[in-house]
């Protein structure tokens, strides 16, 4: 009798949920918002990917998914200036939601902690066309504090024909396109361990 009493009352749980949402939630489960295979079936989809500063190669990425969507997207920082050691934390203000941390170090070299992982550059696929795009709106610096005059068309031009890219700018055409240059070694620093990190979202 126990036993189905335990079942029937596991039953009328299951059917009080709403499934389509249960399985949304095991898609985007926002501890976990790296997601590598690029199958999210997120409301909400930020596209991350990272170029090699000094060969500007493209070095990989992934796909952020959140399970709100929001009219806007605004990254926010959070940096601290590194004496021996800072940081950079930048933010999805809309939601509050984490995009990157990573570690500055004075003489040193930091290193990037969220995302924990990236799809190396051979997960991703580039167009059969040759044809050059960039985004009408041009580029946002979210973070520069030093005021480096940066060249963010190299960087782009690395990025600009993946199937991805190509993609999250066909979906968000007015956008601009989010750049960073990250660098985990400064003063005495090796630009070799400096990468741009970009965004797009859909």
């Known amino acids: 009798m126990k036993t189905k009493i335990s079942f029937l009352l596991l ?8 499934f389509a949402d249960v399985a949304l939630d095991a898609e985007v489960d926002v501890d976990k918002d790296v997601e590598t295979d690029f199958e999210t079936r997120a409301p909400n989809q930020v596209l991350m990917l990272t170029v090699d500063y000094t ?3 493209f ?6 998914g959140f399970s709100k969507q929001t009219k806007n997207f605004t ?5 601290v200036q590194p004496g021996d050691f800072g940081s950079v934390e930048l933010t999805y203000g809309e939601l509050g939601e984490k995009l990157f941390f990573g570690t500055i170090h004075w003489m040193g070299t930091g290193k990037m902690t969220f995302p924990e992982k990236l799809a190396s550059p051979d997960k991703f696929t580039f167009v059969l066309t040759e044809d050059y795009i960039k985004p009408i709106n041009g580029f946002e610096d ?5 005021d480096l005059a940066l060249d963010y068309e ?3 031009g690395a990025v600009q024909g ?8 066909t979906a968000n055409p007015h956008q601009k396109v989010k750049m960073f240059l990250y660098t985990p070694s400064v003063g005495v620093g090796n630009p ?7 965004y797009l979202k859909r």
Do not use: H, Q, S
Not at 11 to 18: I, Q, R, S
Not at 163 to 169: N, P
């Open 55 to 57: 060969t500007n190669t």
């Open 59 to 64: 070095e990989g990425g992934t796909v952020l």
């Open 142 to 146: 979210i973070f520069n504090p030093n």
């Open 192 to 198: 070799e361990d400096w990468f741009w990190v970009i």
């Open 154 to 156: 190299k960087a782009w």
């Open 11 to 18: 039953m009328a749980v299951l059917l009080g949920c709403d």
């Open 162 to 169: 993946l199937v991805k890219t190509r993609e999250f700018l």
């Open 75 to 79: 990254i926010t920082n959070k940096y």
